[in-house]
């Protein structure tokens, strides 16, 4: 159960970053492999499994220490090197270099880095904070996190929506990232993936520690929907 806690009265300004959470999606970078390879996605190996399923396929994933990815039909891609397991090979993995290998029905295995060690609260204060945590002259700044909801947006629904989010949601949010589109249909980018910078344990770490702060809502400003160049907060 989320030991997460929300304070009665939500922010609203301006001066963050354009950050956000709470919502899922996929912002790739590049290989992410710490190796050179070719321009193009480079296939390593191939081999089957027999009798192989999708539950097979994520626990294969989950002891290199990756997170499973799902690409539609023709429509997506994977994010980075790792494994790939098309609907139309059958039995087949693939593993390979790079993003974009496979755009067709699929299921990826996303690698990641190795474990630093590094405890959740020292990535939060490292890699969140920044932009998450609270106000800097707040005396309790480091305890608490900063949820940013979309111009306009019901910041009380927003909220409610966020506590009631499963840690499997938040990991690959931190994982994978947070894009979609404004209500005018401008996309957006407003959280970048941490799949190359960070282990699995490490977000799932650095998740639990989110797990125990206060939550502060605060809307996002973006520039051309609800802010202009010169705008002060």
Same mark, same amino acid.
């Given at each position: 159960?989320?030991?997460?806690?929300?304070? *009665?009265?939500?922010?609203?300004g301006?001066?963050?970053?354009? %950050?956000? &959470?709470?919502?899922?999606?996929?912002?790739a970078?590049?290989?992410?492999?710490?190796? =050179?390879?070719?321009?193009?996605?480079?296939? @390593?190996?191939?081999?089957q499994?027999?009798?192989? =399923?999708?539950a $097979?396929f994520?626990?294969?994933?989950?002891?290199?220490?990756? /997170? =499973?990815? @799902?690409?539609a *039909?023709?429509?997506?891609? #994977?994010a980075?090197?790792?494994?790939? /397991? #098309?609907?139309?090979?059958?039995?087949?993995?693939?593993?390979? =270099?790079?993003?974009?290998?496979?755009?067709? %029905?699929?299921?990826?295995?996303?690698? $990641?880095?190795?474990d *630093?060690?590094?405890?959740?609260?020292?990535?939060?204060?490292?890699?969140? !904070?920044?932009?998450?945590?609270g106000?800097?002259?707040?005396?309790? &700044?480091?305890?608490i996190y900063?949820l940013?909801?979309?111009?306009?947006?019901?910041?009380? !629904?927003? %909220?409610?929506?966020?506590? !009631? %989010?499963?840690?499997?949601?938040l990991?690959?949010?931190?994982?994978?990232g &947070?894009?979609?589109?404004?209500?005018?249909?401008? +996309?957006?980018?407003?959280? +970048?993936?941490y799949?190359?910078?960070?282990? /699995? &344990?490490? @977000?799932r770490?650095?998740?639990?520690?989110?797990?125990?702060?206060?939550?502060? @809502?605060?809307?996002?400003?973006a520039?051309?929907? #609800?802010?202009?160049?010169?705008?002060?907060?």
């Open positions: 159960m989320s030991t997460r806690r929300s304070r *009665s009265k939500a922010k609203v301006f001066g963050e970053t354009l %950050l956000g &959470a709470a919502v899922s999606g996929l912002l970078g590049g290989c992410g492999s710490g190796e =050179t390879t070719d321009d193009a996605p480079r296939k @390593v190996k191939e081999f499994v027999e009798g192989l =399923t999708v $097979m994520e626990e294969m994933c989950e002891e290199r220490g990756g /997170l =499973t990815q @799902v690409h *039909s023709c429509a997506g891609n #994977n980075c090197r790792g494994l790939i /397991l #098309n609907g139309w090979a059958g039995e087949t993995i693939v593993e390979h =270099t790079c993003r974009g290998f496979s755009s067709c %029905l699929g299921i990826s295995c996303v690698d $990641m880095p190795e *630093s060690g590094a405890s959740g609260q020292e990535i939060y204060e490292d890699t969140c !904070a920044s932009c998450h945590g106000d800097e002259d707040s005396e309790n &700044a480091a305890e900063t940013f909801v979309e111009p306009g947006g019901d910041q009380d !629904a927003a %909220l409610a929506e966020f506590m !009631a %989010l499963e840690q499997t949601t990991v690959n949010n931190v994982a994978f &947070a894009v979609g589109f404004y209500e005018d249909g401008t +996309p957006y980018a407003n959280m +970048p993936a799949h190359e910078e960070l282990s /699995l &344990a490490e @977000v770490r650095v998740v639990e520690h989110l797990e125990g702060l206060e939550v502060s @809502v605060e809307e996002i400003k520039l051309g929907i #609800n802010s202009e160049v010169g705008d002060e907060e």
